[in-house]
T-cell receptor
């Protein structure tokens, strides 16, 4: 059974901190892994996509890594800002596409 | 470029009524998905399709049906609506066989309330 787990479920940090969000998956035969951001009551915004053959992707203050053999991905956010407050979701692509339950991030001014 | 379009955006149904949520994409993606998201929860896969004429059950298919007669459209049918189907529904499309252009795109969501 393909399961996707995100740790922690919630995280509260002061502004300026660097932080790491974790995503693990049980079946390593993936096409790719994608990180999304979701604001309350809104849709999904794509942040980063990592192909199965890649190790990491970077966009601005965000860096996502992928270790397919161990079934893990991390999303690193540098110098966090209050505007980063949202729920972060990882999605693992097989023929279907499975989501973790998300990490709810709060960045305090 | 419209991407993934879902209609309607909002709907209130009475218990026992039926309805179809529409989803269409203009990116010629083979893979399409339907999810539901309950308050404070992640996305649960209802049904998915890897191409026209092919559909498969996801994690929570009971009470729903789908069809995929064209590449562009993937409607979700609710028969005999129940309060437990109150949720936000998202449609998505992608094509993981087109690396590196394999990003998944999502519709804006349909907020459904069953009363």
């Amino acid at each position: 059974k393909q399961e996707v787990t995100q740790i922690p479920a919630a995280l509260s940090v002061p502004e300026g901190e660097n932080l790491v969000l974790n995503c693990s998956f049980t079946d390593s035969a993936i096409y790719n892994l994608q990180w999304f951001r979701q604001d309350p009551g809104k849709g999904l915004t794509s942040l980063l996509l990592i192909q199965s053959s890649q190790r990491e992707q970077t966009s601005g203050r965000l860096n996502a890594s992928l270790d397919k053999s161990s079934g893990r991905s991390t999303l690193y956010i540098a110098a966090s800002q209050p505007g980063d407050s949202a729920t972060y979701l990882c999605a693992v692509q097989y023929n279907d596409m499975r989501f973790g339950a998300g990490t709810r991030l709060t960045v305090k001014p | 470029n419209a991407g993934v379009t879902q209609t309607p955006k909002f709907r209130i149904l009475k218990i026992g009524q039926s309805m179809t949520l529409q989803c269409t994409q203009d990116m010629n993606h083979n893979y399409m998905y339907w999810y539901r998201q309950d308050p404070g929860m992640g996305l649960k896969l209802i049904y998915y399709s890897v191409g026209a004429g092919i559909t498969d059950k996801g994690e929570v298919p009971n009470g729903y049906n789908v069809s995929r007669s064209t590449t562009e459209d993937f409607p979700l049918r609710l028969e005999l609506a129940a309060p437990s189907q109150t949720s936000v529904y998202f449609c998505a499309s992608t094509d993981p066989d087109r690396a590196p252009n394999t990003e998944a795109f999502f519709g804006q969501g349909t907020r459904l309330t069953v009363v």
